[in-house]
Antibody, heavy 121, light 108 residues
Framework: EVQLLESGGGLVKPGGSLRLSCAAS????????MNWVRQAPGKGLEWVSSIDGSASYIDHAESVEGRFTISRDNAKNSLYLQMNSLRAEDTAVYYC??????????????WGLGALVTVSS | DIQMTQSPSSLSAAVGDRVTITCRSSQTISTYLNWYQQKPGKAPKLLIY???SLQSGVPSRFSGSGSGTDFTLTISTLQPEDFATYYCQQSYTTAALTFGGGTKVEIK
């Protein structure tokens, strides 16, 4: 059974840093592209970052470019999101999502439960 | 980035109703369009991919259609468990994935 479990969320002051982790199990982690997707309170979904299986290809949304860094450790079946220079507008639930291919179409096929990040003084 | 626009943003419907949600992309995306369902406090769940293909395990009352820039999600006979928020998402540009703003389906 595929499982994704985020950790590392919490309260941080504006300008501060936080590192999220996502522990994956139930599939061959190194062969999948992984993503972070966030959802601000009462708002919609926003894709944040993606990383391919070998960490050769990395993409970030413009809203976090230069502040957030996605990474992975395939030996530990873990995905990370280093968040620096945090702003109030970064307050959200952050989901770890697996990027799968359904008949060739890229989808977010499994999601974690989410980790809440609150940026406030 | 490709902008995704959903309408309506919310709707009220009764059990048994037929519900249609629309999603429009700012540029053509062929059929690189997915639909997700999200219930309060839960992670999203994939319903439909490639605009019209039903994800395994999803009830057949859900269907999707469209190509190019205009897409629809239809629930043929609304069930109590279908009250949720629905999001479209384009995967045409995997370097900049984008979601629609969501459509909340509420009980009438």
């Amino acid at each position: 059974e595929v499982q994704l479990l985020e950790s590392g969320g919490g309260l941080v002051k504006p300008g501060g840093s936080l590192r999220l982790s996502c522990a994956a199990s139930g599939f061959t982690f190194r062969t999948y592209k992984m993503n972070w997707v966030r959802q601000a309170p009462g708002k919609g979904l926003e894709w944040v970052s993606s990383i391919d299986g070998s960490a050769s290809y990395i993409d970030h949304a413009e809203s976090v470019e230069g502040r957030f860094t996605i990474s992975r450790d395939n030996a530990k079946n873990s995905l990370y999101l280093q968040m620096n220079s945090l702003r109030a507008e970064d307050t959200a639930v952050y989901y770890c999502a697996r990027g799968g291919y359904s008949s060739g179409w890229y989808v977010f096929d499994y999601w974690g439960l989410g980790a809440l990040v609150t940026v406030s003084s | 980035d490709i902008q995704m626009t959903q309408s309506p943003s919310s709707l009220s419907a009764a059990v048994g109703d037929r519900v249609t949600i629309t999603c429009r992309s700012s540029q053509t995306i062929s059929t690189y369009l997915n639909w997700y369902q999200q219930k309060p406090g839960k992670a999203p769940k994939l319903l439909i991919y490639a605009a019209s293909s039903l994800q395994s395990g999803v009830p057949s009352r859900f269907s999707g259609s469209g190509s190019g820039t205009d897409f629809t999600l239809t629930i043929s006979t609304l069930q109590p468990e279908d009250f949720a928020t629905y999001y479209c998402q384009q995967s045409y540009t995997t370097a900049a994935l984008t979601f629609g703003g969501g459509t909340k389906v509420e009980i009438k």
